[in-house]
């Protein structure tokens, strides 16, 4: 497929969380009504900006043939930095290493949708590539594309979200 013959692509909804609000998470609980138990801070971020994508866009769930993905410039820093730590003093893997994994991620974001299909995450440093790759073959349920980051230095936490369909 050529530039010239890729389809383009309609933006119905677009949230930017950089930084979040102060009461983020409590939007997030009352949204979904219960608090995300045993996830990180990370995987919290990317429930929090998908939903509120959703909710943007107007709809109660991803369609079903809809792609998600998510990138990252570092993914779950916190809890990979931390499951390491804990893996030096001789500790073993707990929900701290699980958290770390951006599949517990993708599956979290999936269920605060009420949705299952194809998902997957890009650890990629230029943020252009990865929202190009993700339209190529997207059907016409379109993507739902997020970009997720936790606090790094004095770069505050990020969790942007486009709703894109096929125009």
Known sequence: MTAASAPAWRTIAHVVAHPPP?????ALATRLGRRPRRVG???ELA???ARTCLDAAGEAALPAGARLRVTSQRGAWEATRAGL????????MPFTFMQSQPALML???GRCLDWQ???SFMLCRDL?????LSQLG????GLLFGVVEETFGDVPPRSEWWRLVPA
Request: charged share 30%.
């Open 138 to 141: 997207a059907g016409r349920d």
């Open 107 to 109: 599956a979290e974001v």
């Open 117 to 119: 299909g194809d998902a």
């Open 85 to 92: 730590a804990q893996l030096d003093a001789g500790l073993p």
């Open 47 to 49: 429930m929090y900006g």
């Open 22 to 26: 102060d009461d983020w998470r409590d």
């Open 128 to 132: 252009a590539r990865p929202l190009a």
């Open 41 to 43: 801070l990370w995987t």
